[in-house]
Nanobody, 117 residues
Framework: QVHLVESGGGLVQPGGSLRLSCAAS????????MGWYRQGPGKRRELVAT???????NYADSVKGRFTISRDNAKNTVYLQMNSLKPEDTAVYYC???????????WGQGTQVTVSS
């Protein structure tokens, strides 16, 4: 069992930056693949970025070059640095932990990011 708590969301102007954090507890953090997903108003939840337990990263085309995912296994935390934010980035952002090839798949409660002037 993994418990995930996101933080760092808020209101930011277009072009601004935010850093989201996701603190994990309850299991061995380093063995999990971690990811950030988002769900905008009236939209389906979509992948934003993932980082494997080995540190390989993957990004949605819409955020490449603007967002950076990273993990600190010593702190049991995964981050999402978001730069050059756009109004279309407005969404609830969710943290995810997956243990590959198993049914272990956990979600945080989400944190709201609003990009508006």
């Amino acid at each position: 069992q993994v418990h995930l708590v996101e933080s760092g969301g808020g209101l930011v102007q277009p072009g601004g930056s935010l850093r989201l954090s996701c603190a994990a507890s309850g299991s061995i953090f380093s063995i999990y693949a971690m990811g950030w997903y988002r769900q905008g108003p009236g939209k389906r939840r979509e992948l934003v970025a993932t980082v494997t337990r080995g540190g390989s990263t993957n990004y949605a085309d819409s955020v490449k070059g603007r967002f950076t995912i990273s993990r600190d296994n010593a702190k049991n935390t995964v981050y999402l640095q978001m730069n050059s934010l756009k109004p279309e980035d407005t969404a609830v952002y969710y943290c995810n932990a997956q243990l590959p090839a198993t049914p272990h798949d956990y979600w945080g409660q989400g944190t709201q990011v609003t990009v508006s002037s």
